[in-house]
């Protein structure tokens, strides 16, 4: 055992709850404790000296108590701030995942933020490079406050939810169940950016020992980042005023759709659609005439070597 935490503060006569950690003895030596809460988080790191990293490891396990518990109500920590302020002290130091049972109802409310994509139309911003985010499914269609926060959460610190996205979970299956009913309660969050360390992510069965299906997933440590061998393009617009009436007489063809979505917005989500496809069609439209597309430089700069006849007073002639 790595180590535990118990409750401080308890209900009856006896502790009780709490988080236990466990790893094989061939890789305890490399495994050290970052932080304990005793209400229910535990922050482990796993050394990139001894795994062969690119960047340390730290995995949060958290409890969070339902609403509804005598626990919540004795206890005065926030344990969404919590987790998230463990996030971001030590997202600089390493790569940082998040799992366990967080009692939060999340349904299929997006948690990633949009972007604005300002690199589609300008060419002085940077994109950052993720994975494809794919759309994330759960059989629990249920929201509840927590998971609300979580979602903010999720938003706050660019975490992302591995259930119903990742893995053998396609369709974010049920984590919990009771003769009341099914839910999803146990995640696991990680960033885009980390997805490559996760494997076979998947929910085992139920047993008769518990309420709660495992969750199941391997951390690849063995394994550096591959490189991409195909060479990375950047796309944005370079506005041409000599080319202004092509891209009206190109967005006149789409009139008949733009009043369309206009004149059919009766909900906020008509709203949205509407605005995501008028942009969509806005920018299509200026990429087919003002669009244009370059490879990126790599950051990477390798020294010419010289030949043994250059030296310094040749260094300053090619300056000149």
């Given at each position: ?8 503060k ?11 950690v ?12 970052e932080k304990?809460?005793?209400?229910g ?42 987790i ?40 002085c911003?940077?994109?950052d ?14 929201i ?6 979580l ?28 003769s ?10 990680v ?7 996760i494997?076979?992510?998947g ?8 309420d ?37 007489q ?18 906020a ?17 200026a990429f087919?005439i ?5 490879l ?13 006849w250059?030296n ?6 090619r300056?000149?």
């Amino acid at each position: 055992m790595v180590t535990s935490v118990n409750r401080k503060k308890n209900i009856g006569q006896r502790e009780e709850g709490g988080i236990a950690v466990f790893c094989k003895n061939n890789i305890f030596e490399s495994i050290s404790i970052e932080k304990e809460y005793d209400h229910g988080i535990v922050l482990i790191k796993f050394s990139k000296l001894y795994f062969n990293l690119n960047d340390d490891l730290y995995i949060c396990f958290a409890y969070i108590p339902h609403k509804k518990s005598n626990f919540y109500h004795i206890c005065d920590n926030d344990f969404h701030d919590d987790i998230e302020n463990i996030f971001l002290e030590y997202k600089y130091k390493g790569s940082v995942i998040v799992c366990g049972d967080m009692n939060s109802r999340t349904g299929e409310i997006n948690d990633v933020l949009e972007t604005d994509n300002l690199e589609k139309y300008i060419d002085c911003v940077e994109p950052d490079v993720f994975p494809a985010i794919s759309k994330r499914c759960s059989m629990d269609k249920v929201i509840n406050a927590y998971g609300r926060k979580l979602i903010q959460l999720c938003y706050n610190t660019g975490l992302t939810i591995a259930n119903g996205r990742l893995g053998n979970d396609s369709c974010g299956s049920y984590t919990f169940c009771t003769s009341r009913g099914q839910s999803v309660n146990d995640y696991l969050l990680v960033c885009p950016e980390n997805y490559y360390i996760i494997k076979n992510f998947g929910v085992i069965d139920f047993t008769e020992f518990s309420d709660h299906a495992p969750l199941s997933y391997e951390i690849c440590l063995n394994n550096n980042i591959q490189c991409n061998s195909l060479p990375s393009t950047h796309k944005y617009l370079k506005w041409d005023s000599s080319k202004n009436q092509d891209y009206i007489q190109l967005l006149s063809q789409h009139n008949e759709l733009l009043i369309s979505l206009v004149g059919n917005m009766n909900s906020a989500d008509d709203v949205n659609n509407a605005v995501r496809e008028i942009n969509r069609i806005l920018y299509d439209s200026a990429f087919a005439i003002f669009g244009k597309t370059v490879l990126k430089r790599s950051p990477t700069y390798v020294k010419r070597h010289d030949n043994d006849w250059f030296n310094q007073n040749c260094a300053s002639a090619r300056q000149d």
